[in-house]
């Protein structure tokens, strides 16, 4: 094998070397975009879900207050209310 031959040899496997750095860098670009896309929807997602939650627990104490006014209601109002009246 002469030296040009060996040369070409070397410069060839060094030209594939590179064409597989390049597609390794390509990809790791892709990938981490996909990753950012995937954590911006995360952040909103958890944002959502923090939102919901709350929703939740006021809806839960709405329904805490209205049972406690029907409470009241039956307790104390509901049974005036049927009490017979004198005229």
């Not at 329904?63 to 005036?80: G, M, Q, T």
Request: contains cysteine; proline residues 2%; charged residues 35%.
């Amino acid at each position: 094998m002469s030296d040009v031959d060996h040369f070409k040899m070397l410069q060839e496997q060094q030209n594939l070397t590179q064409r597989d750095l390049e597609d390794q860098m390509r990809r790791n670009r892709d990938l981490h975009e996909r990753a950012t896309v995937v954590d911006i929807e995360y952040t909103r997602v958890t944002k959502d879900l923090i939102t919901a939650n709350g929703h939740i627990d006021q809806l839960r104490n709405e329904r805490a207050n209205l049972r406690a006014e029907k409470n009241i209601w039956d307790v104390s109002i509901l049974p005036l209310a049927l009490w017979p009246r004198r005229c």
